[in-house]
């Protein structure tokens, strides 16, 4: 057994690690100990000589060098911030988040000799530090516990019993084999998703992740995570859930203990009832694409508008045009608002344009008002020119070398306005770029891990 428990200051992680690695009879390690071993002093005189920078600097050295296992591995408090950290705590482990109340929190740790990282007071403190680090406790872990009315003793007994048993139940299983053999998909696919099914009583730390969507069969999602977990040595299975219906994947999903969902099209604004938490970006954009679940909490994500903003981000300021007021368009409106950019959208159903223009502060109007504009950015966010469709939403005549034309349609490829647009000397970037960055985005979601974005560029091919 290789376990690493994660989670803020008082949340318990070395008195039920102590615990644990008794049940388990393997060696207990603490970083925070071996920091202040390596350094032949005390954390807060770590941090008082060195500061909170240097005391980083020395526990990434101790993450890097720890034993191989099998253990258990308690980590300090802000471990998980860096994400190179959390790809060598991760491979080849099972990382368990330890969370509790702020309440809670604050009653175990007032009385601690450990430094103040601010000066705000501790409750303040507490408040802060784990509304900053939230995300990245949640991304990197594969289980979730909460201590908070728990003794040691009974947190180390569940995670006992979520590594040695899971945390599906046999029926559940049923259910997901069932659902899984008359989805429609693949038959090959349906026959490994249902051995991996199968052998979670053997390996019941392994954890699902997989696409929703509707249909989902052409998604390159699958081959690409699943290519990811292995590098990464994380012990999981990335599948697919095609399905018209959200409300039976959701409930599959929960059978089978999914840890993670990448949502697509028609799900994306109908998954937002089945959350219990959504980040500020889904809330603005009103749709998720990335759903996690842990303990018995679901949270919900947004990495498509990452996938718009990132290859346009060295244009921030510039005059944009938006094509469509649909689902990617509000993306795209979300991101370039974020880069500052003049924004004008631009549709066929004018009153669309009018709505989505008002929510995010654009101007707004038809295709016909494109030439009056001479944008610097056009994001084509309508499917015009997606297989089999051979139209272009611009025409050549209607583009010039100072253009950057980013086209969302990603059948195929070289899509009609991407010629057009090369043709005319533009800028062109095609929509596999989106693809690229935002499942970037959603692994890191995932796992906490920062994947090369080269790596992600050769998967996808
Ligand atoms: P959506 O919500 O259905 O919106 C479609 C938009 O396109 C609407 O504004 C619609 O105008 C407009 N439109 C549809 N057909 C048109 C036509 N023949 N001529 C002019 N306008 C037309 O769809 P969506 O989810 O936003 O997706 C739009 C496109 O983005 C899809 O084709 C997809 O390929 C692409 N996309 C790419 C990625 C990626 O990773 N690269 C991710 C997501 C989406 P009306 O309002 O008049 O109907």
């Given at each position: 057994m290789n376990v690493v428990l994660i989670g803020f200051r008082g949340t318990g992680k070395t008195e039920s690690g102590r615990l644990l690695a008794r049940l388990l009879d393997v060696p207990f390690y603490d970083s925070d100990a071996l920091v202040e071993e390596e350094a032949g002093s005390a954390v807060h005189e770590i941090f008082e000589r060195e500061g909170e920078e240097g005391f980083r600097a020395r526990e990434k050295r101790v993450i890097a060098g720890l034993p191989p296992g099998p253990g258990v591995f308690a980590t300090g408090g802000g471990v998980i911030l860096d994400p190179e950290n959390v790809e060598r705590l991760r491979r080849g482990r099972t990382v368990i988040l330890l969370s509790a109340d702020e309440v809670t929190i604050e009653k175990r740790i007032q009385h601690s000799t450990r430094p103040a990282l601010t000066r705000m007071g501790l409750r303040a403190e507490i408040?802060?530090?784990?509304?900053?680090?939230?995300?990245?406790y949640l991304a990197a872990a594969d289980f979730c516990v909460d201590t908070s009315a728990r003794s040691a003793n009974e947190v180390a007994m569940i995670i006992k019993r979520i590594l040695v048993e899971g945390v599906t139940r046999e029926e559940g299983r049923k259910d997901a084999l069932r659902f899984v053999e008359s989805s429609g998909i693949p038959a090959a696919e349906v026959e490994q998703l249902a051995a991996m099914i199968r052998s979670i009583p053997e390996n019941p730390a392994m954890r699902f992740y997989g696409i929703a969507g509707f249909p989902s069969l052409h998604s390159r999602s699958p081959p690409l995570f699943q290519r990811l977990f292995s590098y990464f040595e994380i012990n999981a299975f990335y599948t697919r859930f095609h399905d018209p219906s959200f409300s039976r994947i959701f409930s599959i999903v929960q059978d089978m203990g999914v840890r993670g969902l990448s949502v697509t099209i028609p799900f994306k604004q109908e998954v937002l009832q089945y959350l219990d938490h959504m980040d500020e970006h889904s809330k603005a954009i009103g749709a998720c694409n990335?759903?996690?679940?842990?303990g018995d909490e679901s949270y919900g994500y947004n990495t498509d508008w990452v996938g718009i903003r990132d290859p346009l981000a060295?244009?921030?300021?510039?005059?944009?045009?938006i094509l469509g007021a649909g689902g990617a368009a509000a993306s795209a409106a979300y991101a370039l608002r974020s880069l500052d950019m003049e924004i004008t959208i631009l549709n066929r159903t004018v009153e669309r344009a009018v709505a989505l223009a008002a929510r995010f502060g654009c101007h707004h109007g038809s295709f016909r008002d494109f030439d009056g504009i001479k944008p610097a950015v056009v994001v084509n966010?309508?499917?015009?020119?997606?297989?089999?469709?051979?139209?272009?939403?611009?025409?050549?005549?209607?583009?010039?070398?100072s253009m950057t034309v980013f086209d969302l349609v990603y059948t195929p490829p070289e899509t009609p306005l991407l010629r057009a647009a090369r043709s005319a000397r533009c800028t062109v970037i095609p929509g596999k770029e989106m693809f690229i960055r935002q499942a970037k985005a959603q692994f890191r979601q995932f796992t906490g891990i920062d994947a090369p974005l080269e790596m992600i560029r050769e998967i996808v091919g």
């Open positions: 408040h802060a530090l784990l509304e900053a680090r939230k995300d990245a990335t759903a996690l679940l842990c060295s244009l921030s300021g510039s005059t944009a045009v966010a309508t499917p015009v020119g997606m297989e089999p469709d051979t139209a272009s939403p611009l025409a050549k005549s209607q583009l010039s070398p």
